[in-house]
């Protein structure tokens, strides 16, 4: 069964500094794999996605995420954080089948930004 | 991309009761998903709803507790039944996007039991 892991529970970083959120994912092939946030009191919200091609990937709100096959790896960055970047981060990943967007999400990182 | 509509967006609700959610699509999609989420922790999923056919409760997750319905392609409710404070969550709806290729989510009902 694919799993999903992010080995920080919470981050802290000043304003203005870079980011880096790890995750790692456990399959056995190449899955979908997702960036969400989650503002306190909302939903979720797709920051960027990747199915194949370049592993760089870009997203809203200045995220990027670069996919390393051989480390299993997804991690999530920003080079220089805004106080409205606190929030839950979620990775995903889905064994994709048309329609059927059954999704397994890590346990999340909380960021809190300092000023 | 979907737009989703989810109501209530929080309620505060007595143990023993049941609580129905609805979530509305902007478009007409093949599957919808309910997702829980604890306190503190990650979205878990509940079930996966298929409009005209009855809905495929994940591991740990009985339609007696939680039925779903999907009367079309646009809308689905959840209920939380006899309910208890361990019911207290966050529950998203959630649909796939075009071609499969990524999930939207409502809102969210945040819901407390007391």
């Known amino acids: 069964a694919q799993s999903v892991t992010q080995p920080d529970i919470h981050i802290t970083v000043s304003e203005g500094a870079s980011l880096e959120l790890r995750c790692n994912y456990s399959?056995?092939?190449?899955?979908?794999l997702f960036w969400y946030v989650q503002s306190p009191g909302q939903g979720l919200q797709l920051l960027l996605k990747y199915f194949s091609g370049d592993t760089l990937v870009q997203g809203i709100k200045g995220f990027e995420a670069e996919f390393k096959r051989s480390q299993s790896s997804f991690n999530l960055r920003k080079p220089s954080v805004h106080w409205s970047d606190a929030a839950e981060y979620f990775c995903?990943?889905?064994?994709?089948?048309?329609?059927?967007?059954?999704?397994?999400f890590g346990t999340g990182t909380r960021l809190t930004i300092i000023p | 991309s979907a737009v989703i509509s989810q109501k209530p967006s929080r309620d505060i609700c007595q143990r023993g009761t049941s609580l129905t959610i609805q979530c509305q699509v902007d478009?007409?999609?093949?599957?919808m998903f309910w997702y829980r989420q604890q306190p503190g922790q990650s979205l878990t999923l509940i079930a996966t709803a298929n409009q005209g056919s009855e809905a495929t409760y994940e591991s740990g997750f009985v339609i007696d507790k939680f039925p779903i319905s999907r009367p079309n392609l646009t809308f689905s409710t959840l209920t939380v039944s006899n309910m208890s404070p361990e019911d207290s969550s966050i529950y998203l709806c959630?649909?796939?996007?075009?071609?499969?290729?990524?999930?939207?989510f409502g809102q969210g009902t945040r819901l407390t039991v007391v």
């Open positions: 959630s649909v796939a996007g075009v071609f499969g290729t990524e999930a939207f």
């Open positions: 995903a990943v889905v064994k994709s089948n048309f329609g059927n967007e059954k999704l397994t």
């Open positions: 478009s007409q999609v093949t599957m």
């Open positions: 399959y056995g092939a190449t899955p979908y």
